[in-house]
């Protein structure tokens, strides 16, 4: 499965102010993934980046609020803006492969736990 | 609004035990389904997937799928505390489509 590479690893950041996440797979993806895991919740999708097309957003979740950049198959970038304290959450890069059944299989990165203060 | 239910735990065994996981799904037309494990402060890791009814058994691990009663089941044989993790089941948001609702997780504690 894809190895991917995730950076910061966490953060503390002024409210008001903006935080972009890397995402990088060791291999080359059509669909990359972008979700949110707030404390003591679920993972809940923010977007799908596509090489060379805009992101998918979720409903609940908009472009000026969560930009995403995907300049080519192994790359993506998440900038979370004007943050709040609410934005306080885990943000997670992730691939997915088709297994047997045709599902798809997330591999994740490591994560940012972004803390708004 | 598609759900994904899953008791919050913490489910508590002994070593040596089987730990039963379940999860239950509004979808009746979900195909696949996944478990994922997610230790404390890391990211979720794939663990299993399983799409016919029945038993799928990867080593210590059997998933256990029911689509007429709509829930899926992970079962730890020879539970391990390297085992204690939270444990999340995700199920198919559409057919045919790679959006998965995860439920909330279980999170499980392996007692020495």
């Known amino acids: 499965s894809a190895v991917i590479s995730q950076k910061p690893s966490r953060d503390i950041c002024q409210r008001g102010t903006s935080l972009t996440i890397q995402c990088q797979v060791d291999?080359?993806?059509?669909?990359m993934f972008w979700y949110r895991q707030q404390p003591g919740q679920s993972l809940t999708l923010i977007a799908t980046?596509?090489?060379?097309?805009?992101?998918?957003?979720e409903s609940g979740f908009v472009i000026d609020k969560f930009p995403i950049s995907r300049p080519n198959l192994t790359f993506s970038t998440l900038t979370v803006s004007n943050m709040s304290p609410e934005d306080s959450s885990i943000y997670l890069c992730?691939?997915?492969?088709?297994?047997?059944?045709?599902?798809?299989?997330?591999?994740f990165g490591s994560g940012t736990r972004l803390t708004v203060v | 609004q598609k759900e994904v239910e899953q008791n919050s735990g913490p489910l508590s065994v002994p070593e040596g035990a089987i730990a039963s996981l379940n999860c239950t799904y509004s979808d009746r037309g979900s195909q696949s389904f996944f478990w994922y494990r997610q230790y404390s402060g890391k990211s979720p890791e794939l663990i299993m997937f399983i799409y016919s009814n029945g038993d799928k058994e990867d080593g210590r691990f059997t998933a256990q799928l029911n689509k007429a009663s709509q829930y899926v089941s992970l079962l730890i044989r020879d539970s391990q505390p390297s085992d204690s993790a939270t444990y999340l089941c995700a199920v198919p948001g559409a057919s045919g489509t790679y959006k998965y609702i995860f439920g909330t997780g279980t999170r499980l504690k392996v007692l020495a």
């Open positions: 291999s080359q993806v059509t669909m």
């Open positions: 992730s691939v997915a492969r088709v297994t047997e059944g045709s599902g798809y299989g997330y591999t």
């Open positions: 980046a596509n090489q060379g097309s805009e992101a998918t957003y």
